[in-house]
Nanobody, 123 residues
Framework: QLAESGGGLVQPGGSLRLSCAAS????????VGWFRQAPGKEREGVSG????????KYADSVKGRFTISRDNAKNTVYLQLNSLKPEDTGVYYC??????????????????WGQGTQVTISS
């Protein structure tokens, strides 16, 4: 299973680091993607990373502010969130799957899903 952590309440302009830890299976063969869902809005793909960490992808709305990385030795993928805005508020989920599925932000095509962590940006 996947477990997200690191969410919380921060002021605009602040930072958070989200973690996506795998248990019960090795994460290194999988690409990993991050999604988010704001209240009343559809879920959207935010970022993705291939199995090796060499290829990364970002939604235009977060490009230059968010950074995805992975530590396969720790079976964990990270999402660093900087310069946070109120519109970044939502539940953030990670998924693991193939790179074609993750890079296309295909939630239903993933092999594993996390339960989500709440990120709230407010002054």
């Amino acid at each position: 299973q996947l477990a997200e952590s690191g969410g919380g309440l921060v002021q605009p302009g602040g930072s958070l680091r989200l973690s996506c830890a795998a248990s019960g299976f090795p994460l290194h063969p999988y690409a990993v993607g991050w999604f988010r869902q704001a209240p009343g809005k559809e879920r959207e793909g935010v970022s993705g990373i291939d199995y090796s960490g060499a290829i990364k992808k970002y939604a235009d709305s977060v490009k230059g502010r968010f950074t995805i990385s992975r530590d396969n030795a720790k079976n964990t993928v990270y999402l660093q969130l900087n310069s946070l805005k109120p519109e970044d508020t939502g539940v953030y989920y990670c998924v693991a799957g193939t790179w074609p599925a993750v890079s296309a932000y295909k939630w239903d095509a993933a092999d594993y899903w996390g339960q989500g962590t709440q990120v709230t940006i407010s002054s």
